[in-house]
């Protein structure tokens, strides 16, 4: 499974912004997708998943309110529009699936900037 970010970029305070990920390759073994983040100098943390088996979308608390997290009727490219934008928002996001076939197995985007300036 390949997958590539896009939609980053540098914004004001308020604005909003929505960041897409397109899936390629087995993406009939995807179980999962999700949205990290990692701001420099922390941890990489989860912003938001959907799990369509089970439809069931999660947030961080941080963002509950203010992003969405959406798929296409495919189901190969999912989005993350973002409003409200805060300036502790600022980082690289990144595009998470998991697959399973003959194990769990976890892919991850090259990451997308998101920069917020207050």
């Known amino acids: 499974v390949r997958l590539v970010e896009s939609g980053g970029g540098a914004v004001q305070a308020g604005d909003s912004l929505r960041l897409s990920c397109v899936a390629s390759?087995?993406?009939?073994?995807?179980?999962?997708m999700a949205w990290f983040r990692q701001a420099p100098g922390k941890q990489r943390e989860l912003v938001a998943s959907?799990?369509?088996?089970?439809?069931?979308?999660d947030y961080a608390e941080a963002v509950k309110g203010r992003f969405t997290i959406s798929r296409d009727n495919a189901g190969t490219t999912i989005y993350l529009q973002m409003n409200s934008l805060k300036p502790e928002d600022t980082a690289v996001y990144y595009c998470?699936?998991?697959?399973?076939?003959?194990?769990?197995?976890?892919?991850w985007g090259q990451g997308t900037q998101v920069t917020v300036s207050s």
């Open positions: 959907l799990t369509p088996r089970y439809g069931r979308t």
């Open positions: 998470h699936a998991m697959s399973e076939q003959t194990g769990w197995t976890d892919h």
């Open positions: 390759g087995s993406t009939f073994s995807i179980i999962s």
